[in-house]
Nanobody, 126 residues
Framework: QVQLVESGGGSVQAGGSLRISCAAS????????MGWFRQAPGKDRESVAA????????YFKDSVKGRFTISRDGAKNTVYLQMNNLEPEDTAVYYC???????????????????WGQGTQVTVSS
């Protein structure tokens, strides 16, 4: 059973930055694809970003391209989502998820992911 622990959420004003982290209980990233999702009140959970286990293949939702980036720290079993120039529309609970996947693969549907973090709140005020 893989456990994921997220941290780094908070409240910022529009235009600000936050970095959220997802730490895994084991060295999952050597063979797992990883995704970041968010869910705002009354809305479906949506894919924000995803990355293959090699790190060479990434996906970003159109509305966050150029503002969000993904990075990995293999030594710490941690993946980061750096969020810059935040907008009020980015307000949501953010979740990380991982699942076994072939090299070069990632997924944007939440149904493809086996393990989930508990979520961290990101609030952006105008």
């Amino acid at each position: 059973q893989v456990q994921l622990v997220e941290s780094g959420g908070g409240s910022v004003q529009a235009g600000g930055s936050l970095r959220i982290s997802c730490a895994a209980s084991e060295r999952t990233f050597s063979s797992y694809a990883m995704g970041w999702f968010r869910q705002a009140p009354g809305k479906d959970r949506e894919s924000v970003a995803a990355v293959s286990w090699s790190g060479g293949d990434t996906y970003f939702k159109d509305s966050v391209k150029g503002r969000f980036t993904i990075s990995r720290d293999g030594a710490k079993n941690t993946v980061y989502l750096q969020m810059n120039n935040l907008e009020p529309e980015d307000t949501a609970v953010y979740y990380c998820a991982v699942t076994p996947a072939p090299s070069g693969s990632y997924f944007t549907s939440p149904y493809n992911y086996r393990y989930w973090g508990q979520g961290t709140q990101v609030t952006v005020s105008s």
